[in-house]
């Protein structure tokens, strides 16, 4: 089992470029998460789902994007990088709002 | 905001000393949960103790709660050198009416370093 795989693992941007980041999960959770972790600071959620065809806002949504297509991917896009958004980016899948949250390796993620 | 306040920021032990790490936290929760992160790795989850439980083990973990006192601890006995990682608390808050939606709120973590 994979579990929880985030797509790309590191990644350079100038300001003003977009970009996608990719999870992927073969649990078949219903819930998934992104997260952002910066330094000196725990993980602060950027925006979640509940299921296929659903995405909420998290604590820190602004800038980010995402979509939930397809019960096992969860997308995260930033429309016009800025250098705030340098951070280590983690994904998050759980079975329910009650289980253990199972997370990738994390993206990271530079903006020039 | 940061939901849990974590102490101490950073921990140094002996192998075999017992490491103790504490959580604080604001609002009223679901449950409580303890992750361990290793350097450069996602975070990985350790123990979930539920709001109506006062204490839970796991193998040479264990988790107290105090929801009177809104903080939660975490004991790694006889610590090994392999247990050096960050560990981080997570609260999963009640929203309106009494309800969860899985949001996990992160303290800022414990940096925990066990000297072979």
């Known amino acids: 089992n994979a579990g929880v795989t985030q797509t790309p693992k590191f990644r350079v941007l100038k300001t003003g470029q977009s970009m996608t980041l990719l999870c992927a999960q073969d649990?078949?959770?219903?819930?998934m998460y992104w997260y952002r972790q910066d330094p000196g600071m725990g993980l602060r959620l950027i925006h979640y789902?509940?299921?296929?065809?659903?995405?909420a806002k998290g604590e820190v949504p602004d800038g980010y994007n995402v979509s939930r297509l397809k019960k096992q991917n969860f997308l995260l896009g930033l429309e016009s990088a800025a250098p705030s958004q340098t951070s280590v980016y983690f994904c998050?899948?759980?079975?329910?709002?009650?289980?253990?949250?199972?997370f990738g390796d994390g993206t990271r993620l530079s903006i020039l | 905001s940061q939901q849990g306040e974590e102490d101490p920021q950073a921990l140094s032990i002996q192998e075999g000393e017992n490491a103790t790490m504490n959580c604080s936290y604001k609002?009223?929760?679901?449950?409580l949960q303890w992750y361990r992160q290793n350097s450069g790795r996602g975070l990985v989850h350790l123990i979930l103790?539920?709001?109506?439980?006062r204490e839970k083990h796991s193998g040479r973990l264990r988790v107290t709660l105090d929801t009177s006192k809104k903080s939660s601890s975490l004991l790694i006995t006889a610590s090994r050198a392999a247990d050096t990682a960050s560990y981080f608390c997570?609260?999963?808050?009640?929203?309106?009416?009494?309800?969860?939606?899985?949001?996990?709120?992160f303290g800022q973590g414990t940096i925990l370093t066990v000297h072979p």
């Open positions: 997570a609260t999963d808050s009640l929203g309106a009416g009494g309800t969860s939606y899985g949001k996990l709120t």
């Open positions: 609002t009223s929760i679901n449950n």
């Open positions: 789902s509940v299921g296929e065809g659903t995405t």
């Open positions: 103790i539920r709001s109506n439980e």
């Open positions: 998050a899948s759980s079975a329910s709002i009650i289980s253990p949250q199972h």
């Open positions: 649990m078949n959770h219903e819930y």
